[in-house]
């Protein structure tokens, strides 16, 4: 083979076929060609936002042999993988921190492969195509957020800097139905959760919708919940009004949103996306606070859905100490870092030393101690 790397400023310039032949056998609907191209169609990913996608090709003559979601990055935002403190660090000490590149889905904590190729021979070049470009761009870093365990140990051999955090997920356990879920769980959590559903369902309607239910109507709606929860959350919501358009057009079968209505307005929801193993839980908000109707609509019904579906997981996405109370167990998610200066990268190494340990520590003593199963389960 002779191996070549090429660059591309918009995923179009790779192309459907190219990209989901690599993407698409992942089951990641993230990772797939219609999620990232409505990020840049609808211009919730672009320059001017931030986000210049570099996305990379490994070619041998006309034949692409994997592919890399990338971004040039000038902030911190949107990533779930916090930096900021070296950034400030840096640039206190003189450095120019911004801008630096980014491997990872925008917007989305969600784990799967980043070296998306057959080999680790061809993830390893993958990533030393991305060192390149970072280098001759004389840029401070490369990050690659929440890469899975196969893509992790190649770039952990490469010499990238290993980070490590937690999630929450939860795992089916091949259970038929919630009450068998709830009977795996010690008599108080289960009394709590079922106090908590029936409140959360008083005077509500509470409905799953997907494929051609996703009107534009309910992503108005939808649009209006995001907008109030993340406007009180980030200060700046990431994702404009034509995002959620985008993807329910291309991916309707994909995505099951949970809407809660009153007197037949819908009132508050939540988006889930459904891949080939796992839903994962992404956006919710309201416009009419109910005691326990965030965790119905986030997480139980999550549950429900993923039951009646036959898959693995429910990922609920980053933070959240009270999901495990309802099931979800923490789990070890990664992260991979170049970073450029010396002096940084030593400083950076032995935080991260610092860090694995307390993570790895905050763990162990949640799962001993705070969890809901009857029996004291490990990571799943």
């Known amino acids: ?38 990020c840049e169609a609808s211009d919730s990913v672009h320059p001017r936002e931030g986000w ?46 911004y801008p630096k590149l980014l491997s990872a889905v925008p917007f989305t ?26 280098e001759r761009e004389g840029l401070s870093s490369l990050h690659i957020n929440f890469p899975n365990d196969a893509d992790q140990a190649v770039l952990v051999a490469d010499g990238f800097l290993a980070r490590q955090d937690r999630q929450f997920v939860w795992r089916n356990r091949d259970y038929e139905t919630f009450d068998a879920f709830l009977n795996d769980l010690s008599s108080n959590h289960r009394k709590t959760i079922r106090r908590e559903r029936r409140e959360a369902h008083a005077g509500l309607d509470i409905r799953v919708l997907t494929g051609g239910d996703l009107t534009e109507a ?40 949970v809407m809660a209505f009153e007197a037949g307005l819908p009132i508050a929801g939540a988006l889930n996306f459904i891949g080939a193993e796992a839903l994962y839980g992404r956006q919710w908000g309201t416009v009419s606070p109910r005691p326990f109707l965030h965790f119905e609509l986030c997480y ?66 949640m799962i001993e101690n705070f969890s809901p199963f009857r029996h004291n389960d490990k990571e799943p």
């Open 218 to 257: 309910m992503w108005d709606a939808f649009f209006e919940f995001y907008m109030d929860t993340g406007s009180r959350k980030w200060g700046r919501p990431y994702l404009n009004r034509r995002f959620f358009s985008e993807i329910g057009t291309r991916m309707a079968d994909r995505i099951a949103l």
């Open 109 to 134: 904590p969600v784990t799967g492969p980043r070296l998306l190729a057959p080999t680790p021979v061809l993830k390893s070049a993958l990533a030393s195509a991305a060192v390149s470009l970072a």
């Open 1 to 38: 083979m002779s191996l070549s790397a090429r660059i591309h400023t918009s995923i179009a310039g790779i192309g459907r076929a190219a990209w989901d032949a690599h993407a698409a056998p992942t089951g990641n609907p993230f990772l797939g060609y219609d999620f990232l191209e409505a």
């Open 300 to 365: 139980y019904q999550a549950i429900e859905l993923a039951i009646s579906l036959g898959l693995d997981r429910v990922e609920a996405g980053a933070q959240g100490d009270h999901k495990l109370s309802r099931g979800y167990l923490p789990r070890t998610v990664h992260s991979a870092h170049y970073i450029a200066h010396p002096g940084l990268r030593r400083a950076v190494a032995d935080y991260l030393d610092q860090e694995r340990e307390a993570v790895s520590d905050n763990a162990t003593v």
């Open 52 to 97: 210049g996608p570099r996305h990379l090709t490994l070619e041998d003559g006309g034949d692409v042999l994997g592919v890399m979601p990338l971004y040039l990055k000038g902030h911190s935002q949107g990533e779930y993988v916090f930096d900021h403190s070296w950034a400030d660090a840096f640039e206190r000490a003189g450095g120019i921190y």
